[in-house]
């Protein structure tokens, strides 16, 4: 980070209108309704001004992946400045009911982990969903998640806080709606990993990141979540403790994409983005502390690193820690995106957009299985692993569920994490 | 830790990354973006002209000591004959491997003349096999074909451009639909959709009637992305007439073919833009990137420098035109008032003096000072941030790559 603060629009002058960000976004690969990031973005942003009406609504079918930013030679923050010229056209002309739906993923987990198999059948019950197709517009095929019928993952930890494992050294988990809400068992795999690392995980209250609402230009109510997390992570931070979060677009949230959308450039909030890791990320940089007790492994696994994760410019730290484990072997995606991009994939009239950017994904997951028979892939976003799941069939896991089974403290068919008992008695724990 | 960490995405840092991994090494190319590939013609040019001459060179390597006799310090004197031929030679065989082969004008001391974009002669040293038919050496009459809706491709100009060179050339503008249904695309999604077998035969359908027999077939280089060859050959068939594709403005998409199949062979990180270092007795201890929070430290035994010059991104200015390396503050031999950057002459077959200058290196392409001093103990150099050449005006930018980023490897692995 530069010590000067310039808001993203002031990249704009940088670009030598190259369309190389043209020629690898997915989107416009795959439709006309996105000019691209160079026309929606820098060109366009020549005629926006304040208090004048937005010269261009296309910005709204940028699905926000980064790929632009990523494959940029002259580092203008092109995804950035169409965030905010799609917040500044709701701004402007009010969003659909279906967008603050979607913005409040928190809410609607909530709401439904209090009756997770009534909620799962009336949610995804073909004539709901049609309703919601017809009426909200959300795409009826988009795979939306199951809440989890075993509980919260805060739960889970409550109920098993007296056990957990005291040390000195102490890391502070941010576990994001998905996993507290639909997908417990990723936060568990990874306290499992964090205290097999001999750390003490310290999970203090937290709340949505924002970034759904920021994807979908709701700024204020994304504001508040933000400040919300600043009030309960800020201090921690403030203390020098790490953060690390398995959602890697929570992390890339807290990072970076909430303050440099939002204008939040404060001591406290340059803080929290010191404190953020992704949790790969951090591993990487605790390599000395990571155990090599390794159970024997022979897994062939494609791995796609998120659009998201390439974002937090770290590198592919998942792919550095996995490859540590004896008998396992990666296969690099060198696909673009999903085509979920979080919720862009769920409206109706985006679900073929992200079906057609995903189909490279898809195929090259596909071919892994035919070759070589692979069981699963890897992917570390959770809105990503569904629509791999559901565009190709095949199973997704987190890498933090396969460090954990690599540990043999987790099942991967079953997601379940293994007790020391299960070991001992079944020596077979893969 | 890594063996060697290559900065640098363009041609010769994709190939440095990939010789080292041919190698057996742990390496890693980090870069800011994209580039340099997807800037370029996607040709191997290695020398079209000498300074101040306006000929083309047909004969590279009987000009080399021409060459060095106005540019001593040129990379291709500092890489050396054999070096030059074999890396020339390497690039053909990893090419061919990719299947994406490049060819030449049939002896090793020759040079192919291939339409520009304007219908130009460029003296290109070895070309993807799709666009050699379009070679001027021979007098076969030509048929441009392009589209109203292509932006920056007009076959009329190259047509009387090749007229006025004394070539039989016809023009044809070719409706979009025989393509795409899309009212907006970059010559990148035409190739993206020219990957599917139906959309070649309804543009060989489009193309058909204005074939004459004899005549071959140019078009923009739009011919398939990831079924480039396969689309290449089946609209040779069903034409029955030679075609060849010439590159567009950019994004070029020649060269992104070759981005993207030189990226399966060597773990490539971008949007990370190295900005800091570490030294002590003489070596780079570590590297670190700008992230999202905080920099990132990359550890390895060697680096490699790829960076490009002043319009790559490798050198940077400020307003006064002071410029400078931007990682390593490397010593420059640029002009560093803006002043003295360009000749008056903008096409000046001498080449611009913010062209000319850059790095010095020693004969194994480690940085040295104004005194010949080497730098680091550990750092290598390769592509077009090296002094001593006018790439742009020389047309020996990829030739300078190639050659510089093989040799690189080959100096850093002999000196482990």
Not at chain 1, 368 to 393: K, Y
Not at chain 1, 397 to 404: G, Q
Request: aromatic content about 8%; charged content about 20%.
């Amino acid at each position: 980070m530069s010590d000067l603060w310039l808001p993203p629009e002031a990249s704009l002058d940088q670009c030598i209108k190259c369309n190389i960000c043209v020629s690898h976004c997915p989107v416009a690969q795959v439709t006309d309704l996105f000019p691209g990031p160079k026309y929606a973005g820098p060109q366009a942003q020549r005629f926006r001004h304040l208090g004048q009406p937005s010269p261009d609504a296309s910005v709204d079918y940028c699905s926000g992946c980064r790929v632009c930013n990523e494959v940029c030679p002259n580092d203008v923050n092109i995804m950035e400045m169409n965030a905010r010229a799609r917040a500044a056209l709701v701004a402007e002309q009010g969003m659909p009911l279906r967008n603050r739906l979607l913005g409040r993923n928190e809410l609607m987990g909530k709401v439904g982990s209090y009756v997770p198999g009534l909620a799962n059948f009336v949610l995804h019950h073909p004539v709901s969903r049609a309703a919601a197709d017809a009426f909200l517009g959300i795409a009826k095929e988009a795979p939306l998640p199951r809440w989890s019928t075993s509980g919260t993952f805060i739960k889970w930890w409550e109920a098993r806080y007296a056990q957990r494992l005291i040390s000195d050294k102490k890391v502070v988990y941010f576990h994001g709606c998905a996993t507290q809400y639909y997908e417990p068992f990723i936060g568990k795999a990874a306290v499992l990993v964090l205290e097999h690392m001999g750390y003490e995980v310290i999970i203090p209250p937290q709340n949505c990141c924002g970034l759904p609402m920021l994807s979908n230009g709701e700024f204020k109510a994304a504001g508040k979540l933000y400040d919300g997390n600043l009030r309960k992570l800020g201090p921690y931070a403030q203390q020098g403790y790490d953060i690390v979060g398995t959602s890697t677009s929570c992390t890339l949230t807290l990072k970076e994409e909430a303050p440099h959308l939002l204008d939040r450039h404060t001591p406290a909030s340059q803080s929290l983005t010191g404190a953020v890791w992704d949790i790969f990320e951090w591993i990487r940089e605790h390599e000395a502390e990571l155990p090599r007790d390794f159970v024997p492994v022979d897994w062939v696994i494609p791995y796609h690193q998120p659009c998201q994760y390439r974002a937090h410019k770290v590198g592919s730290p998942a792919m550095d820690v996995l490859a540590m484990i004896p008998g396992i072997t990666l296969h690099e995606s060198h696909a673009r995106c999903c085509g979920i991009a979080g919720t862009y994939g769920y409206k109706k009239e985006k679900y073929d957009i992200a079906m057609q950017i995903g189909q490279e994904l898809f195929d090259f997951i596909l071919d892994e299985a035919e070759h070589h028979h692979t069981e699963f892939n890897a992917c570390d976003s959770e809105t990503c692993r569904w629509q791999i799941e559901h565009g190709s069939g095949q199973d997704s896991r987190h890498p933090i569920e396969v460090l954990a089974a690599a540990y043999g403290l987790y099942h991967l068919n079953t997601r379940d994490i293994l007790s020391s008992e299960d070991i001992n008695t079944n020596g077979d724990s893969r | 830790m890594l063996d060697l960490l290559v900065i640098g995405a363009g041609l010769s840092g994709l190939l440095a990354g990939v010789a080292a991994r041919q190698a057996g090494a742990r390496v890693r190319v980090l870069a800011t973006g994209a580039g340099a590939t997807h800037w370029h013609a996607g040709t191997v040019d290695l020398l079209g002209y000498l300074p101040g001459k306006r000929a083309p060179v047909m004969q590279p390597f009987a000009a080399m000591p021409a060459l060095f006799d106005a540019r001593p310090r040129h990379p291709y004197a500092l890489v050396g004959d054999a070096r030059l031929r074999a890396s020339l030679s390497w690039f053909s065989t990893l090419t061919a491997s990719l299947g994406l082969a490049y060819e030449g004008a049939g002896s090793e001391d020759a040079a192919l003349l291939l339409p520009s974009a304007a219908g130009a002669a460029r003296p290109v040293y070895l070309a993807p096999r799709a666009q050699l038919a379009g070679d001027m050496r021979d007098e076969r009459p030509y048929l441009i074909a392009g589209f109203h809706a292509l932006r920056d491709f007009y076959p009329q100009l190259i047509a009387e451009n090749l007229r006025k060179q004394g070539f039989n050339a016809r023009a044809v503008f070719l409706p979009i639909e025989s393509i795409t249904g899309r009212s907006d695309f970059s010559p990148v999604h035409l190739a993206q959709a020219l990957d599917a077998p139906e959309v070649v035969t309804r543009l060989a359908a489009a193309l058909r009637p204005w074939v004459r027999p004899g005549q071959r077939v140019g078009l923009p280089a739009i011919l398939g992305l990831e079924r480039h060859q396969q689309t290449w050959a089946m609209l040779q068939a069903l034409l029955d007439a030679p075609v060849f594709e010439i590159p567009t403005l950019p994004p070029s998409v020649p060269g992104l073919r070759l981005f993207n199949h030189l990226r399966q062979r060597v773990h490539l990180d971008l949007g990370m833009t190295v900005s800091d270092f570490a030294a002590e007795n003489g070596r780079i201890e570590w590297v670190s990137s700008r992230s999202s929070a905080r920099p990132v430290k990359h550890r390895a035994r060697a680096y490699l420098l790829a960076t490009g010059g002043i319009l790559g991104g490798g050198f940077v200015s400020d307003a006064s035109g002071h410029v400078w390396e931007r990682i390593f503050d490397l010593p420059l031999t640029l002009p560093q008032q803006r002043s003295q950057w360009f000749h008056n002459d903008f096409l000046s077959p001498q080449g611009h003096p913010i062209f000319l200058g850059g790095v010095s290196a020693g004969a194994d392409l480690r940085p040295v000072d104004a005194n010949q001093r080497r730098i680091y103990e550990n750092l290598w150099v390769a592509g077009n941030l090296l002094d001593g050449a006018a790439s742009i005006a020389e047309r020996s930018r990829e030739g300078i790559a190639i050659a510089t980023a093989y040799a690189a490897v080959q100096h850093w692995l002999e000196a482990l």
